[in-house]
Every structure is written in C-alpha cells, then in structure tokens.
C-alpha cells in the first residue's frame, strides 16, 4: 500500500524557516519524480517544486525560486523542503506527490499524494 505523510508544518513568522518532510512507503521511491504542491483557501492547488527521479533535475514555481529548496534522501524514502524566507502569500497546505516518470508540473500527473501538512506564515 502506497503511503505519502508530510510533517513539519506549523506557525511562523514572516520571514522565518520551516522544513517540510515527506515519508515515503510502498513504493519504489527512487523511481519516483517526487513534488510539493499547496493550496490556499479558496484557490487551486499549485505547483510549488519538483525533483525528477534521477535526482539531477529540480523545478521550482516563480514565486518560492531563491527560497525553497527541494532535496530527496532516497536512502530513507523521504522529501524534503527547506522553506526560508517565508512570507504571508506561502500560507497554505503543502501536499506531497509521487510521479512514475519525469512529469513534474501539473497534478494530473500525479499518481499518489498525501495528506497535507499546514503551513501558516503570519505577517
């Protein structure tokens, strides 16, 4: 059974850190393109970063580009995002995603998602 959980989301400041993991089981992760994608309330879900399978080839929406980073331990089965510099529009909850091929940047694409961890950047 395929499983996805985020964690390390919360309450920060505006201009504050947070780092997003994602646990990774059932699935051969290192063949997986991996992304993080958010939705705000009242709006669509985004792409927000991607890394492809090979871990060579990562991309990033316009709006977190300088600031969040994506990285992927496939030793643990796990994603990460490093978010930095937070500010009030990241607000959001932040999924994780699994992709059996390069696709990256619309949800469509995905074939597993977990449950969202929240993240809120107060101003």
């Known amino acids: 059974q395929v499983q996805l959980v985020e964690s390390g989301g919360g309450l920060v400041q505006a201009g504050g850190s947070l780092r997003l993991s994602c646990a990774a089981s059932?699935?051969?992760?290192?063949?997986?393109?991996m992304g993080w994608f958010r939705q705000a309330l009242g709006k669509e879900r985004e792409f927000v970063t991607a890394?492809?399978?090979?871990?060579?080839?990562?991309y990033y929406a316009d709006s977190v580009k300088g600031r969040f980073t994506i990285s992927r331990d496939n030793a643990k089965n796990t994603l990460y995002l490093q978010m930095n510099s937070l500010k009030p529009e990241d607000t959001g909850v932040y999924y994780c995603?699994?992709?059996?091929?390069?696709?990256?940047?619309?949800?469509?694409?995905?074939?597993?998602w977990g449950q969202g961890t929240r993240v809120t950047v107060s101003s």
């Open positions: 995603a699994a992709e059996h091929g390069s696709w990256y940047r619309e949800p469509v694409e995905y074939d597993y």
């Open positions: 059932g699935l051969p992760f290192s063949s997986y393109t």
């Open positions: 890394i492809l399978w090979t871990g060579d080839d990562t």
